[in-house]
Nanobody
Framework: QVQLVESGGGLVQPGESLRLSCAGS????????MGWYRQAPGNPRELVAT???????YYVNSVKGRFTISRDNAKNTIYLQMDSLKPEDTAVYYC??????????WGQGTQVTVSS
């Protein structure tokens, strides 16, 4: 069974940093685009960042300059470095894998809370 396992969420104050990790199977990392979505209460799920097998990245405007997505294919892991966190970044963050257009493999989610 294909699995993605996230870690690294938590409670931080505004302006602080967190790094999320997502580990999966080698077969996923070799052929699929990886990414992070987030969902805040009452809001639809939002695409945050993606990274292709070739290392091309995409960021939603609201996180550009603050978040950095990266991948380590040797470890079958992607990361989301989140700096200068804001209260509006509070959400459950989900790791995902797919074609770059459709994403159909999901992790269980990890809670990120930014609050003073």
């Amino acid at each position: 069974q294909v699995q993605l396992v996230e870690s690294g969420g938590g409670l931080v104050q505004p302006g602080e940093s967190l790094r999320l990790s997502c580990a999966g199977s080698r077969s996923i990392f070799q052929i699929l685009t990886m990414g992070w979505y987030r969902q805040a209460p009452g809001n639809p799920r939002e695409l945050v960042a993606t990274i292709s097998t070739g290392g091309n990245t995409y960021y939603v405007n609201s996180v550009k300059g603050r978040f950095t997505i990266s991948r380590d294919n040797a470890k079958n892991t992607i990361y989301l470095q989140m700096d200068s966190l804001k209260p509006e970044d509070t959400a459950v963050y989900y790791c995902t894998a797919g074609t770059g257009v459709n994403y159909n493999i999901w992790g269980q989610g990890t809670q990120v809370t930014v609050s003073s």
